[in-house]
């Protein structure tokens, strides 16, 4: 049984920090792909960033890059987020693929935490 659960969310304002944690089970990062995706209502789910089941191979969606670090220890996924802007405030998912590989396509993540919120204001 998989399971991934996503913390660290919260209010912040402009140029702000949080940091957010997804403690998964029944699954070894080093053979699935792992990321972080973000959902505003009315809108497509985004990736955020990604990182393969070897760790050589990260993915960052171009608002994010040099913002956002994704990494992992044991048995958690994080995702630092420096200097936060009111436009990634959003809901945050963790989601694991099957394959070692990693895929942008959120339809390719087959395991989903429930989301933690993060809200940037100006």
């Known amino acids: 049984h998989v399971q991934l659960v996503e913390s660290g969310g919260g209010s912040v304002q402009t140029g702000g920090a949080l940091r957010l944690s997804c403690a998964f089970s029944g699954v070894h990062y080093r053979g699935h792909c792992m990321g972080w995706f973000r959902q505003v209502p009315g809108k497509d789910t985004e990736g955020v960033a990604h990182i393969d089941g070897s760790g050589q191979y990260t993915f960052y969606t171009d608002s994010t890059k040099g913002r956002f670090t994704i990494s992992r220890a044991d048995n958690t996924l994080y995702l630092q987020m420096n200097d936060l802007k009111p436009e990634d405030s959003a809901m945050y998912y963790c989601?694991?693929?099957?394959?070692?590989?990693?895929?942008?396509?959120?339809?390719?993540?087959?395991?989903w935490g429930q989301g933690t919120q993060v809200t940037v204001s100006s």
């Open positions: 989601a694991a693929m099957v394959t070692i590989g990693c895929s942008v396509s959120p339809e390719t993540f087959r395991w």
